[in-house]
Antibody
Framework: EVQLLESGGGLVQPGGSLRLSCAAS????????MNWVRQAPGKGLEWVST?????????YFADSVKGRFTISRDNSKNTLYLQMNSLRAEDTAMYYC???????????????WGQGTLVTVSS | QSVLTQPPSVSGAPGQRVTISCTGS?????????VHWYQQLPGTAPKLLIY???DRPSGVPDRFSGSKSGTSASLAVTGLQADDEAHYYC???????????FGGGTQLTVL
């Protein structure tokens, strides 16, 4: 059974940093691209970042987080990370880890999701 | 403003059929990018409902179906049930922006 378990959320002041983790099990982690998707309170889903499964680990970011967030993975630990720096109030959201499936980018979808970890940016 | 446009809400009585539209553009759905649908029950994580425009993951009832034409896609739900009340999101890839995009979401209410 595929399981994704996020951790690391919490309350942080504006300008602060936080690192989210996503522990994966039930599938060959190294074989799949992984993603972060967030949802602000009462709002819709927003794709945040993707890291591919290739040796180079291609990384992609939404414009709203580019230059502030970094994504990484440790295939030996089956874990995905999101390092969030220079946090703003508008980054307040539930952050979901999601496994990707599909061939070319134009066909990618998110077939499994974690339960999310809540990040609150407030003074 | 989402790249993919969905109606904020739809409703129907138990047993009825409802459809949820997802309108994109020539840089996403119209460019041939696949459309996928997710169901988010209250207080839970999203769940994959339809992928690659029309395919259902195992375990998803055949009351849920997807279609795609031109720059739009639709999700149809037949035989509405009370536990279908949820938010539904479409998702695709925008080749001009080089990002994965979601619709704004549609709240389905079973009357």
């Amino acid at each position: 059974e595929v399981q994704l378990l996020e951790s690391g959320g919490g309350l942080v002041q504006p300008g602060g940093s936080l690192r989210l983790s996503c522990a994966a099990s039930g599938f060959t982690f190294s074989g799949y691209a992984m993603n972060w998707v967030r949802q602000a309170p009462g709002k819709g889903l927003e794709w945040v970042s993707t890291i591919t499964n290739g040796g180079g680990g291609g990384r992609y970011f939404a414009d709203s987080v580019k230059g502030r967030f970094t994504i990484s993975r440790d295939n030996s630990k089956n874990t995905l990370y999101l390092q969030m720096n220079s946090l703003r109030a508008e980054d307040t959201a539930m952050y979901y880890c999601a496994k990707a499936r599909g061939g070319p980018f134009s066909s990618w979808f998110f077939d499994y999701w974690g339960q999310g970890t809540l990040v609150t940016v407030s003074s | 403003q989402s790249v993919l446009t969905q109606p904020p809400s739809v409703s129907g009585a138990p047993g009825q059929r409802v459809t949820i539209s997802c309108t994109g553009s020539s840089s996403n759905i119209g460019a041939g990018s696949d459309v996928h649908w997710y169901q988010q029950l209250p207080g839970t994580a999203p769940k994959l409902l339809i992928y690659a425009n029309t395919d259902r993951p195992s375990g998803v009832p055949d009351r849920f179906s997807g279609s795609k034409s031109g720059t739009s896609a639709s999700l149809a739900v037949t035989g509405l049930q009370a536990d279908d009340e949820a938010h539904y999101y479409c998702q695709s890839y925008d080749s001009s922006l080089s990002v994965w995009v979601f619709g704004g979401g549609t709240q389905l209410t079973v009357l």
